[in-house]
């Protein structure tokens, strides 16, 4: 089987947590053949198992993924143009209009058609960027934006508004331009599989449109949530700030409802793509594999680490909410002085950094926090000199592995308000290490009663938790040993590459049978055929003894 497989340039899929799912993917499936479609940029420099290539990008769709210049211009005639504006007419309606659009229309509706139409166009012409950037689009969207029904706060958006969602939406939509919609690349593909919703799976749902190809969309994060967190980023004003909501939040939607099947990671991404439309019966939940061997070593261990040591591992952002986790820790101390707080930061790179957030400020803030609340401990008789918060890096002397950071845990703790899918979580269960975890995201649903659970912006009931776990070690034990028997039964490399393997033999046994031209599919053309002579009974030579029919 060819499988398209449809990854973000750089970063193949929802960043951070599992970020490298994809190459376990491909690898673990050897037997099929990969191509690796990058949208928005070029795939990372890593070595590639042979029976995966990645497929460039050419033509005026390979555009750079910063902002676009006012360049380079394809001039479209006039029947061109015709088609140009009806179509961007119908899909800034479907993202302008409150419930139905000036003709009475579905909004949904309205922007499918509108992306359908758009597709259509950059196929038959050669690319869209000039034209998604053009004087004309901005007039469309202004008068989308000012015709009956639409949005309060899209009729609220002036001419500064529409350039700058039209710049977004022309990279948006950049994958509609690209050479990538003809029968050696993905119309060749038996299947298109997506990593992501929105932009990343529009070059699966042409490929639905144009050769009828089944599209699997994979999301382990909520991308929608990122692109509404990032929406909101930096001066953007209300009006714009809907705009890009309203973009992103069609593009998922369209996604979802065109897809053949969606796998999300968690039962907290699965909501929210049913809340976007996707059908029950097309939603499978797939939980991320992990690799456990390394973490083997550390499981086995009957000791349930450094007695008094709590451990707190992840990439330093203000979701993770270390505040609450800091004051929960100096209530804990006022019941055990020798309780000593681990705090392991994950580098991150800028694409992984939550929008809006500065990680080394927020690292100063919490480092400054600690100070001051363990000021008084520091110079006392508790550790003379001697903070009882450590703030380490891993990979640095302090915390040179991930083993050797979960194995000095006696508690593993996640204060997060807002998560996905946690991998910390995760790993400590592989190392059988008992945890405390706000209720967030996918934690009950990793968690499943090996752990204990507390409300997220609540520093005493995480305390509490973490207190109770410390005066019981065998409960410890026994949570832990329970936790890395439901992660080895749930979470490893080996489960997720059973369920791709069956789903993907089940997509293409629903899907139609189609001949490509010169493919070499096995009894295209019947044997007799090549044979001289004909098979009717008039053609048996006379005297042969062969029967009448």
């Not at 050897?30 to 990008?57: C, I, M, W």
């Not at 692109?227 to 009006?239: F, I, N, P, Q, V």
């Not at 699965?270 to 690799?291: C, F, I, N, S, Y």
């Not at 456990?292 to 007695?307: C, N, Q």
Request: aromatic share 6%; proline share 7%.
């Amino acid at each position: 089987m060819r499988i398209g497989l449809l990854t973000e340039g750089g970063i193949p899929c929802a960043s951070g947590d599992t970020g490298a799912w994809w190459q376990r993917l491909v690898r673990g499936l050897a037997p099929h053949e990969f191509d690796l479609y990058a949208v928005g940029g070029p795939l990372p420099a890593l070595p590639l198992p042979p029976h995966t290539r990645p497929v460039p990008a050419a033509g005026e769709g390979a555009l750079p993924a910063g902002p676009p210049e006012r360049t380079g211009r394809r001039a479209h005639g006039r029947r061109d143009r015709r088609r140009f504006a009806d179509a961007f007419h119908a899909l800034a309606a479907g993202l302008t209009a409150e419930r139905t659009t000036a003709d009475g229309g579905d909004p949904a509706a309205s922007f499918a058609a509108g992306l359908g139409a758009l597709a259509d166009l950059a196929r038959d012409s050669g690319g869209l960027p000039a034209a998604l950037r053009s004087d004309e689009a901005v007039r469309l969207l202004e008068d989308a934006c000012r015709a009956p029904g639409a949005r309060r706060a899209a009729a609220a958006a002036g001419l500064h508004d529409h350039l700058a969602f039209t710049d977004h939406l022309e990279r948006a939509l950049r994958p509609l331009s690209l050479d990538w919609y003809d029968e050696t690349t993905l119309g060749a593909a038996d299947l298109c599989h997506a990593t992501a919703g929105g932009p990343v799976a529009l070059p699966g749902l042409l490929a639905k449109r144009f050769f009828g190809t089944p599209l699997l969309v994979t999301e382990y994060g909520v991308g929608l949530r990122s692109h509404y967190l990032d929406a909101g980023a930096g001066d953007r004003s209300t009006a714009l700030r809907a705009l890009l909501a309203s973009l992103h939040g069609r593009l998922a939607g369209e996604t979802y409802r065109q897809a053949a099947l969606l796998t999300p990671g968690n039962a907290h991404a699965r909501r929210w793509q049913e809340k976007l439309g996707a059908d029950r019966d097309r939603v499978r939940t797939v939980h991320p594999g992990m690799p456990a061997e390394r973490f083997a070593e550390v499981g086995e261990d009957e000791t349930s680490g450094e007695p008094g040591t709590l451990v707190w591992i992840g990439r330093v952002e203000p979701a993770k909410d270390l505040v609450a986790l800091l004051h929960a820790f100096a209530e804990l101390r006022a019941h055990r002085p020798d309780t000593r707080l681990r705090i392991v930061s994950v580098p991150a790179d800028a694409a992984e950094a939550e929008p809006g957030t500065d990680p080394c400020a927020y690292l100063a803030q919490c480092a400054a926090l600690a100070a001051q609340l363990f000021l008084d401990e520091a110079a006392g008789a508790h550790a003379v000199g001697e903070n009882p918060v450590s703030f380490e890096e891993l990979g640095g002397p302090e915390a040179p592995t991930l083993e050797d950071v979960y194995a000095s845990a006696a508690v593993v703790v996640l204060s997060s308000t807002v998560e996905g899918f946690p991998a910390s979580l995760v790993e400590a269960m592989f190392c059988a290490r008992a945890t405390v975890s706000t209720d967030v995201g996918a934690v009950v649903e990793i968690i499943g009663g090996t752990g204990l659970v507390v409300p997220p912006r609540n520093p005493r009931a995480l305390a509490d938790a973490c207190l109770a776990l410390l005066r019981d070690p065998e409960r410890r034990h026994r949570l832990g040993a329970a936790a890395r028997a439901r992660a080895l039964e749930l979470f490893t490399v080996e489960q997720n590459l059973a369920a791709f393997r069956g789903i993907y033999l089940e997509l293409l046994s629903h899907a139609p049978a189609r001949h490509r031209a010169g493919s070499d599919v096995p009894f295209a053309h019947p044997a007799e055929a090549r044979l001289a002579g004909g098979w009717a009974p008039h053609a048996v030579a006379a005297g042969s003894g062969a029967p009448d029919a």
